[in-house]
């Protein structure tokens, strides 16, 4: 079932008229409409349910709904508007049908220009909100995303805040007229981030205006250290200091790994230039890697399938972030106590091959965090 003002215009009109149109093909679709006119008009011609309720009086509005909820037996009602919201709300408490809206992305951007519509059926949706099951944006399309694409799996991503909300949104999402039984469906939760410049907080509040936003974050500390901070373990509380962001030690995690991965490159062209390229796999005599550094480093290197096939699952990129870290920990041990350039051939070529390997890995794992890996630092 889905419950509009009835005057919608535009995108809005086209939005609520295309997922009526492609649910209408496989369920039992009901449209009520607040308002005769045009949009009634082209869904009927749709071939869709359509029922008015002209009543300027929204208690007896919401007294012909629940009528028409209780013979139509909807398992989901969408609504789209203020008018629809409050009707929705007034059903809800009656009725223990699942209720979804759409809604702008901010929903106190309706109405902006006029004040008094903003401060009375502004008011009354933004109260209405609180009663309903679940927000759908404008900008998502509904029955693109859930129905026409056909995904086998929906994820949802949520705000710690609204973590209480996740019974009721994934008793809607599985309605049978959403056509996503039998579908997996997995919330992630993501916790707050607490901004420091050393043992300060960086105090940011929206209702006073003050905000820090992303593009001046990157500004202030680069790309690489926004997505690698941000990639750790988010659904744990994360401290994010920006003075540790900057700094260029093996304090920063980011630069730690980066540096290991421009190391290695270093080292690689120093190596050329006295004529000592990377051999090929098949060259190499691996016996000859015998230290526990070099054993260490190989183990970090061989776990890098596993680890990528754990953070897929688990959804949790954040292994790679550890993973990197302790790969490039084990590389400079390793760099530190096994000579490379004067070792014998063999074992050179050996350590050579497998400095390189560690270079290739570091590089795949920072790719794949959407990190870069610097040649040179």
């Not at 009725?95 to 809206?101: A, H, L």
């Amino acid at each position: 079932m889905h419950v509009m003002g009835g005057g919608d215009v535009g995108g809005a009109k086209t939005q609520i008229m295309n997922t009526v149109t492609g649910l209408n093909r496989n369920n039992d679709v009901m449209l009520i409409s607040f308002r005769a006119g045009p949009f009634a008009d082209e869904a009927r011609e749709r071939g869709i349910d359509v029922r008015v309720i002209e009543r300027h009086n929204p208690f007896r509005a919401a007294r012909t709904m629940r009528d028409l909820v209780d013979a139509f037996k909807p398992d989901i009602i969408h609504c789209h508007g203020g008018r629809a919201n409050l009707m929705g709300a007034m059903v809800r408490r009656s009725r223990q049908v699942p209720i979804v809206t759409t809604v702008h992305s901010d929903y106190r951007l309706d109405y902006l220009g006029s004040p008094l519509k903003q401060y009375t059926l502004g008011t009354a949706n933004a109260i209405a909100l609180r009663f309903l099951d679940f927000y759908q944006p404008v900008a998502d399309r509904m029955a693109r995303t859930l129905i026409e694409r056909g995904f086998d799996r929906v994820i949802d991503v949520w705000g710690a805040d609204h973590h209480g909300h996740a019974i009721r949104f994934a008793a809607t999402m599985r309605a049978p007229a959403l056509g996503l039984e039998g579908r997996k469906l997995d919330f992630l939760i993501m916790q707050m981030v607490r901004l420091m410049r050393g043992d300060e907080i960086v105090k940011v509040s929206k209702r006073t205006g003050k905000a820090l936003s992303l593009a001046d974050l990157m500004d202030e500390i680069g790309v690489d250290a926004c997505r690698f901070f941000f990639n750790a373990k988010p659904d744990s509380h994360l401290e994010f200091d920006l003075d540790l962001a900057i700094r260029q030690d093996s304090e920063n995690p980011v630069y730690y790994v980066q540096y290991a991965h421009a190391r290695i490159c270093t080292l690689l062209a120093a190596m050329a230039e006295v004529g000592c390229a990377v051999p090929a796999a098949a060259d190499v005599d691996v016996a000859l890697l015998t230290t526990p550094q070099e054993h260490e480093l190989i183990k970090q290197i061989a776990m890098l399938p596993e680890e990528i096939h754990l953070a897929a699952r688990d959804y949790d990129p954040s292994r790679i972030n550890r993973y990197v870290t302790e790969l490039a920990a084990r590389f400079h041990r390793f760099y530190n106590v096994c000579r490379i350039k004067d070792a014998e051939p063999a074992v050179r070529d050996a350590r050579l091959k497998l400095a390189d390997t560690t270079r290739r890995v570091l590089e795949i794992g920072l790719d794949i965090i959407g990190v870069t890996a610097p040649e040179k630092m």
